[in-house]
């Protein structure tokens, strides 16, 4: 495992206006109202970092609880965000069919020896929307299935609990699969595929990844970058996948694919695209990406706004409340930005 972006750097308290990284405001640019609901925020302890973009310009970078915005973090599930642009991309090129390609021929070798005939049926839109029907490897099945010697084999061996296409099961083993996929399919590792299609997002940059005993980089989950980044990416969503010098990094109408609801989360109820959430947050549609322990990314494009939020990854953030309270902060956050 590849920890060393993920725990590596003493912890450093960044006073509120300070913190020039890559992405990091001037100091008189942050609106008082924003400033207000960012002092309060610090009350919430489990919180990191938080920045705002509004039309392109970053009007707040945070660091709470020795959090810094300019530090490598894992952000866990949120790559779940990223992945799903990658397979985007791999259409665009080529690389991949579309989402309704069946995934068992790229993944034949590791299919089991007597495979059920639904394997046949999974489609890459079911990997990314959590619609596989296989049975889940997230929650109480994580950690038995990350102790197995090949991740993608458990993964496709999981018992049916529904059809392709059915309801959303969310597992990360779903998204696992989508990482092999886009390795099978491209010959390079996914690692490898971020850096080069999504290299033009100025300031983005994947700083460590996690791969599973086989080599492939763990499909939507252990993937550490600096917040700035993260917001350098959501920024690139936010302006219809072009990057700030106007070239086209992400497909646009990949973008809308991904936005699109095809499912529901029966923890929250909030819709599920692609690799992506959307609820309503201040009367506007946030599209959000959200990793353990409250690692966040919102996307609000009628509002011109990107929000990055990070966490401890010590808990989960749906049991503990904290998932509830960044919201709440985000919505807080669009208020003042008005």
Known sequence: ???????????????????????????????????????????LEPLRTVLVAKHGETLAARGYHGGRVDRPTNIKSASKSILAMLAGIAIEKGVLEGPE???????????????????????????????AGLERTSGPNYGAWIASPNWVRAALARPFVDEPGGQMLYSTGSSHLVSAVLTRASGRSTLALARDWLGAIEGFAIADWERD?????FGGNQMAMRPTSLLAFAECCRNAGRNRAGEQVIPQDWIAQCWQARTASRFTGDAYGYGWFTREIDGARAHYGW????????????????????STTDAPSGRTGHRDDVHALAGEILAALG
């Open 1 to 43: 495992m590849h920890r060393r972006s993920l725990l590596a750097a003493p912890l450093l308290l960044l006073a509120p206006r300070l913190g020039r990284a890559q992405g990091a405001p001037a100091p008189d640019t942050t609106p008082p109202a924003l400033n207000a609901v960012l002092d309060r925020a610090g009350d």
């Open 101 to 131: 390609q069946k995934i068992a021929p790229l993944l034949k070798a590791d299919l089991p020896a007597d495979p059920d005939p639904r394997l046949y049926e999974i489609t890459l839109g079911n990997l990314l929307s959590m619609q």
């Open 213 to 217: 005993p086989q080599g492939v980089y």
């Open 291 to 310: 990793g353990y322990g409250g690692q966040m990314l919102y996307v609000v494009p009628a509002r011109g706004v990107s929000l990055v939020m990070t």
